[in-house]
């Protein structure tokens, strides 16, 4: 009999993880890189995402497996930053071998911290350069795309809260799978064991919880922009050995883990975007690693929250006494 066993998501093999931020601008990035490559998948649900090179990850595009995938803060602007982590590969020798040139696979998604620090800088590539540069360095907390993240703003910046980044992985016999995401949602969270509310949308004296859901309900208003708040954006990975259109899958049922954990979820104003990446030759299940993943995001969720420093004006839950009972 196997029994689930916590470990570090830095301790998993063939993938390294470094993180670069501007803490003055509040944005940064995360890398995941892959140089001996990645089965990947993606799943989006989310109505608002900003990304770059998801389509190679179809079953039916010709690359099977990615090199990198870069989360990063600054909305569609951050996209940029996938070039230094293309140049980074680059100047090592990874990528694709196209005959006249090795073309490095990097994959981006990007969430929206614009109203957090600074609308006017953003992750480029000499901070996507940098990250990779720091691989190793991860940590949870208010670190690359976590930087400038935050939750709760269906009534705006002034009822938030600070989150961050956050890392979960687990082992099973030979099995491991990890996850690592940058909690932006615009609603609530939650810990996914006890129902309990972590995170969210503030009373306006910031002495209590109000439910995004609730006041939702209560305005029954059509509001046009609610871009203040997205997105929610991570990766898991595994040692499992899939291919991509396995791995379609499991970034489909690790989906399950926002649903968990964040309410409301996968709304027109959040770009909720979930990668998977099999970096190993372990025999496994699917339906078991999806299984695990989607418990993995909604852990790794919950310690984004749990990890976060308040900052820029805005609490964390460690700064609420009564957040923590």
């Not at 990035?29 to 990645?38: E, H």
């Not at 649903?259 to 996968?266: E, K, L, S």
Request: a negative charge; hydrophobic letters at 45%.
């Amino acid at each position: 009999m196997f029994e689930l066993v916590e470990i570090p998501v830095t301790s998993l093999a063939n993938v390294r993880i470094g993180q670069a931020e501007d803490t003055a601008a509040a944005t940064g990035c995360t890398v995941l890189l892959c140089p001996a490559g990645a089965a990947a998948g993606l799943d989006v649900r989310g109505g608002g995402p900003a990304s770059r090179e998801s389509e190679l990850l179809r079953p039916t595009a010709a690359a099977d497996r990615i090199h990198a995938v870069l989360l990063s803060g600054g909305s569609a602007f951050g996209l940029d930053a996938a070039g230094g982590v293309m140049r980074w590969l680059e100047e090592r020798g990874i990528g694709f071998d196209t005959g006249a040139a090795r073309v490095p696979l990097v994959c981006a998604s990007c969430l929206y911290d614009l109203t957090v620090g600074s609308s006017t800088v953003r992750p480029g590539p000499e901070m996507g350069y940098a990250a990779c540069e720091n691989a190793g360095n991860y940590r949870d907390g208010c670190h690359g795309a976590g930087t400038g993240a935050s939750v709760g703003k269906f009534r705006g910046m002034g009822q938030a809260m600070k989150t961050g980044i956050g890392s979960y992985a687990v082992r099973l016999g030979r099995l491991e799978v990890g996850a690592v995401v940058a909690l932006n949602a615009l609603g609530d969270v939650f810990d996914w064991r006890t129902g309990r509310e972590a995170a969210g949308m503030l009373t306006p004296g910031r002495d209590g919880f109000l439910s995004t859901e609730g006041e939702m309900y209560r305005s029954g208003k059509v509001v046009k922009n609610k871009f203040v708040g997205n997105t929610t954006i991570g990766a898991v990975v595994t040692n499992a050995r899939f291919d991509k259109t396995a791995m379609n899958k499991i970034a489909a049922m690790a989906q399950n883990g926002m649903v968990r954990a964040i309410r409301p979820v996968n709304t027109t104003a959040d770009g909720d975007s979930l990668y998977a990446l099999s970096v190993g030759d372990v025999e496994a299940d699917l339906d078991l690693v999806g299984t695990l993943a989607a418990q993995v995001v909604a852990e790794a969720i919950l310690r984004a929250a749990d990890s976060a420093a308040g900052g820029y004006g805005l609490p964390a839950r460690r700064d609420l006494p009564w957040a923590q009972d």
